[in-house]
């Protein structure tokens, strides 16, 4: 596994380009599997992730090619109706095959995911809104078994608001027969850009990026052709964080701002301050932020994957921060590696009250969960001294090229392989 080392306490300045969206390339790349025939995208990020849902779909018998940001899947010769465990295991996301192969096969045999790191993060909803769309579902040696003869539009309310849940049952209900109605859908970007991308291959969909969507099936879809994906918000804030905490002058490109309003709005109240030119977003910080307080809300509020790198650059603010976290109970794994850099933060009653210190030193540290990585990274760039970051795999499954990126700009990172 390997270990990213990075020395701390610089100033960053220059131009980065913003990859395509993990969270919209994972959905959209399940989304194949609804057309028969050759399927390409456009802005694919190189992930692991994007990795592993080539491996699932190669596994389920799509051929699956990836180079330079582009991936082509011949999905004609799907013949297996499985999400094994080994990958279910590593990328939660592969519950995404699950409405796709049902709807198209009328059957799946998906491995249930386990918690994890971040919470308990049942797959409950998905199953509901299928079973009310016909489908029979069983659970049998940890794996959900889906079988449909036909599946039928259906009213479904969604009484907490999720992400995949919405893109599983809109990709679900594309090819049922009538029309779906996801009421307290998800309204996140990436939830968009498959509707969108579903629309091009002929389905008809209305409402998506507001909370009531509307599906109304149709018989066939045809393949997506070279359909681009968003830019990654996350990846664009996580350097807004980075440019706020390092005092640092940086060029987004390929940033799509309005898809960042709540994480701009948040880092002004701190002291960042943003301009855009026809370059792209200009984001600029000015010695210590200043404390501001936060809470997670499911997208257009501030979003659960920027939260432990708003944390990060909470730590060395002028004043205390609270920050509470609503969409999972227990994404604080980031605190006490912060900690171990110096940060004074204790949690109370589901929050985290965080009094900024003047610096934050250098430690050995370990990567829990992807954003957790990332928030690791953000204060190792501002600590005084050598940050070792371990298990950067996770780092990995959602960062694109972070430290080549990161040495472009003028940081001192480099990674040190595993020997094992
Ligand atoms: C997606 C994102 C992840 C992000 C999260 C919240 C992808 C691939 N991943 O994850 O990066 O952190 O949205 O923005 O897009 N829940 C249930 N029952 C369900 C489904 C969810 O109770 O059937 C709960 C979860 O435990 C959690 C909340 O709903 O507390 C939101 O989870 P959800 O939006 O489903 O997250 P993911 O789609 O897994």
């Known amino acids: 596994m390997d270990t990213l080392v990075i020395q701390g306490n610089k100033t960053l300045k220059g131009e980065v380009s913003i990859s395509g969206a993990k969270n919209a390339a994972l959905p959209i790349l399940a989304a194949s599997i609804l057309a028969s025939g050759e399927s390409s995208f456009t802005g694919i990020p190189y992930l692991r992730d994007v990795v592993t849902m080539g491996r699932l779909l190669s596994t389920m018998g799509c051929k699956f090619d990836y180079a330079d940001g582009t991936a082509v899947i011949d999905s004609a010769s799907i013949n297996h109706f499985e999400a094994p465990y080994e990958l279910v295991k590593t990328m939660r996301a592969s ?3 699950l409405g796709p192969l ?4 009328g059957k799946a045999r998906v491995s249930l995911p386990g918690g994890c790191a971040i919470g308990a993060r049942p797959i409950n909803l998905h199953l509901m809104g299928l079973e009310k769309m016909g489908a029979k579902i069983k659970l049998e040696g940890g794996y959900v078994i889906a079988k449909a003869n036909v599946l039928r539009g259906a009213s479904l309310f ?5 992400v995949t849940g919405t893109e599983n049952l809109m990709m679900a209900a594309a090819l049922a027969r009538g029309t779906t109605v996801l009421e307290n859908a998800a309204r996140e970007p990436e939830v968009v850009d498959l509707a969108n991308c579903l629309i091009s291959m002929g389905a008809r969909i209305k409402g998506a990026g507001e909370s009531v969507i509307e599906i109304e099936g149709v018989d066939t879809l045809r393949p997506a052709k070279r359909y681009r994906v968003i830019p990654d918000r996350i990846e664009a ?4 964080a980075i440019a706020g905490i ?9 940033c799509r701002s309005d898809h960042l309003d709540a994480v701009i709005m948040k880092l002004k109240d701190t002291g960042v301050s943003f301009k855009d030119t026809k370059k792209g977003l200009r984001v600029r910080g000015h010695g210590r932020p200043v404390s501001a307080d936060l809470k997670t809300i499911p997208y257009p509020g501030f979003p659960t994957d920027m939260q432990a790198q708003f944390m990060a650059m909470m730590t060395v603010a002028k004043g205390t921060s609270v920050i509470k976290e609503t969409v999972f109970e227990n994404r604080y794994m980031h605190v006490a590696e912060l900690k ?4 004074d933060i204790s949690i109370e009653g589901g929050a985290a009250a965080i009094r900024g210190v003047e610096q934050l030193k250098g430690a050995p540290v370990m990567a829990t969960d992807l954003r957790a990585s990332a928030s690791l990274v953000v204060a190792a760039l501002c600590a005084k001294g050598e940050t070792r970051i371990s298990r950067i795999y996770h780092l990995d499954r959602g960062y694109e090229k972070m430290d080549e990126k990161l040495r472009q700009l003028g940081a ?3 990674r040190l392989p595993d020997k094992s």
């Open 158 to 162: 969604f009484d907490t608001v999720t």
């Open 412 to 414: 001192d990172i480099y």
């Open 237 to 240: 804030g996580t350097f807004m």
């Open 102 to 105: 049902v709807a198209r096969y």
């Open 246 to 254: 390092c005092g640092s002058d940086l060029l987004l490109k390929n």
């Open 95 to 97: 519950v995404l095959a």
């Open 340 to 343: 171990r850099m110096g940060a």
